[in-house]
């Protein structure tokens, strides 16, 4: 059974910061396209950012450019996700997702593997 399981989630002020961690259960994840997304209550799951199975290419949408880092250990099977700066609006479940592709999907049907989300709350 393969999962990914992620961590790191709770409450902060507007202004910090908080890391999430995606662990996965198996190797072969190492070779697979990593992203997070994300889902706020009453709105669809958006994406919010992509890493290449090497990590050497990511991608971020427009709205966490510059605040918000992924980044991968294939070493530990986790992919990361550092985040700065936080607005209120950034207030969602946090899901990981991997995808058996050397590209970067944005689009949640091109992912085949999710963990079960972690709650990221800030206040103003």
């Known amino acids: 059974q393969v999962t990914l399981v992620e961590s790191g989630g709770g409450l902060v002020q507007a202004g910090g910061s908080l890391r999430l961690a995606c662990a996965a259960s198996?190797?072969?994840?190492?070779?697979?396209?990593k992203a997070w997304f994300r889902q706020a209550p009453g709105k669809e799951r958006e994406f919010v950012a992509a890493?290449?199975?090497?990590?050497?290419?990511?991608y971020y949408t427009d709205s966490v450019k510059g605040r918000f880092t992924i980044s991968r250990d294939n070493a530990k099977n986790t992919v990361y996700l550092q985040m700065n700066s936080l607005k209120p609006e950034d207030t969602a479940v946090y899901y990981c997702?991997?995808?058996?592709?050397?590209?970067?999907?944005?689009?949640?049907?091109?992912?085949?593997?999710w963990g079960q989300g972690t709650q990221v709350t800030v206040s103003s």
């Open positions: 997702a991997a995808s058996p592709t050397v590209t970067m999907p944005t689009r949640l049907d091109e992912y085949d593997y």
């Open positions: 198996t190797r072969p994840f190492n070779t697979y396209a």
């Open positions: 890493i290449s199975w090497t990590g050497g290419n990511t």
